[in-house]
């Protein structure tokens, strides 16, 4: 099966508990464009749209996608820069019951092509050019019914020509407890893994997301991580703020010569950034000539927050600090914007919902002492039981009775809320953009002078941790070096976030006693 369920006695649980509601974006859009009509919705670049051409537009595209033929339970590659058009195409999908699959702006061949191939996508929706990068060009590798550019077509056909004025016809609307999109997971295993999340369930998320943040109809979300990420999307990013009533405003970049002025313009009262950004706007705000006193609330998360750093943020900026602890597979743990100020600065939060089952555990799935460090297990409303197509990674990635394994370390505090203190997965949290070893070593094996190879994190002041391949050489044949295995990565297609930051030739890899490389022993070198 491609999407493992809810179980029928949970679901009925979540639901008795107003948890689930039986809404779907499309009507969540419909209903907010009735209340909402002539407020502004989305902001960026030269567009502002009110909620009711938001839901208009929708409306327009998803007659455009279904001309296509693209309809219930069909997979869309989105892969699109931070402007409003990314909430009409995914709000148009929504509407004919397609499921985006959220790539991010970094992602290039490799990934994209993944994507398309895995989930037999219909369509792949991107721009021409950003960030200097082609995706026209990248598009032409792809194997994909239908691409689609919101920008210069190139040989495509333009987003532009899709937004027709005729009803959706034949379409059967979603239903609340459908797929609505597929999230990537940040991963540890060899190929990405793909999230299935529900409208019913994301929805839950959402909502509770606002209310815990405090979001009102003068609320102005500033989206600045990639719009497709779970923390801007939903924690409670853009639909958070939606929901609320009040406005988003999509910058192009997350630098504060782009962020800040436009704080400024929007009287922006929430955003969200990943710890080097939030370190990186903390400085910039001690000379900067933008009006910041909008802002009322920093969140940060995604990677470790270190605690110097946390404490300094919130008076540097003017505002609150909230810490976020997230997955795009399910729970979101959030500081209180009311939580004493050692619990801000020294937990990553507590849950969302109050049925977020928690278990800390030792290896072998045995609970630890209150306090006490271990496995964090989590089941609930909002998290997945099941990756999507990938029968045989859940039977190790959720326990029997359906907890997922987060392959975080934490502890918990009589409060509730969690401290992450290390990580068992075999990823590198590169400043909250993850990095599955497996997937880099499985490319990096694929160069001919590469016998073996290990990829592991290094712990970096800025980033938190950057990447470090050690590579055996092959025998016998030209040595491998740092530029030559860069540039073969990079024509691979892989993003470039993933490429090793640093290279190391060794004659051979530890071993452990079982005979397996030894990760702990290269880490610590
Ligand atoms: C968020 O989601 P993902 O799916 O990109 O990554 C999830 C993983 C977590 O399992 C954990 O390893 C790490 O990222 N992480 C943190 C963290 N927040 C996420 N590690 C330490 N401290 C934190 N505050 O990253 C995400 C999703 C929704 C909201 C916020 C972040």
Known sequence: MSFVPYPADFAERYRAAGYWRGETFGSLLRERAAAFGDRVALVGGADRWTYS????????LAAGFARLSIGPGDRVVVQLPNRPAF??????????????????PAHRSAEIGYFCAFTEASAYVT?????????RELAAVLKVPYVIVDGDPGPYIPLESLRVSEPVTGVRPPRPGDVAFLQLSGGSTGTPKLIPRTHDDYLYSVRGSAEICGLDADSVYLCALPAAHNFPLSSPGVLGVLYAGGHAVMAPRPTPDTCFPLIEREGVTITALVPPLAIIWAEAATHATADLSSLRVLQVGGATFAEEAARRVGPALGCTLQQVFGMAEGLVNYTRLDDPADLVVGT???PISPDDEI????????????????????????????YYRAEEHNRTAFTGDGFYRTGDIVRRLATGHL??????????????????????????????????????AVPDDYLGERTRAYVVPRDGG????????RRFLRERGLAAYKIPDQFAFVDTLPTTAVGKISKGDLRSR
């Open 53 to 60: 051409e938001l839901d208009e537009r929708a409306d327009r």
């Open 359 to 386: 278990l800390i555990v030792d290896d072998d799935d045995r609970p630890v002492a209150p306090g006490d460090p271990g496995h964090l297990l989590t089941r609930g409303p909002y998290t997945i039981r099941g």
């Open 127 to 135: 721009t021409d050019v950003h960030d200097g990068f082609d995706h």
């Open 478 to 485: 030209p040595a491998p070096t740092a530029p030559v295995l």
């Open 419 to 456: 401290v992450v203190v290390g990580r068992a997965k075999d990823q590198i949290n590169r400043g909250g953009e993850k990095i599955s070893a497996k997937e880099v070593e499985n490319h990096l094996l694929a160069h001919p002078t590469v016998l073996d190879t290990s990829v592991v």
């Open 348 to 350: 990553q939060g507590r």
């Open 87 to 104: 909430y009409e195409v995914i709000f148009a999908l929504f509407r004919v019951g397609a499921l985006p699959v959220f790539a991010l």
